[in-house]
């Protein structure tokens, strides 16, 4: 079982940039890639950026390609995700996971366990 930490979110104003961390622990050896994803309120969670743990697969979906930047962190199994040019459709509450395979991070239906989350809300 993966663990996750999430940090770093709190309210920007639209234009503003932020940055979110991930710390993951447990069985990650188990797993090649993290990912980010987020949830908007009264929306289904959705997949933003993935990258492999040791190698440098990325994949980002549509809607953040070129606004987000998602990076490893320089302590071990941490992920690092740079949000630009936020808007208020950004808010949400921000998750990270992990996986075997990178096309599983594209299924947030596919994870049973989440960490907490940690809060970006974007004011206008």
Partial sequence: QVHLQESGGRLVQAG???????????????TEYGGWFRQPPGKDREFLAAIGWDNENVDYAASVKGRFTISRGNVTNTLILEMNNLTPED?????????R????????????????GTQVTVSS
């Fill in 101 to 116: 395979h990178i096309s599983t991070l594209r299924q947030p239906t596919a994870f049973g366990i989440w960490g907490q």
């Fill in 91 to 99: 808010t949400a509450i921000y998750f990270c996971n992990a996986a």
């Fill in 16 to 30: 503003g940039s932020l940055k979110l961390s991930c710390s993951a622990s447990g069985s990650v050896a188990n």
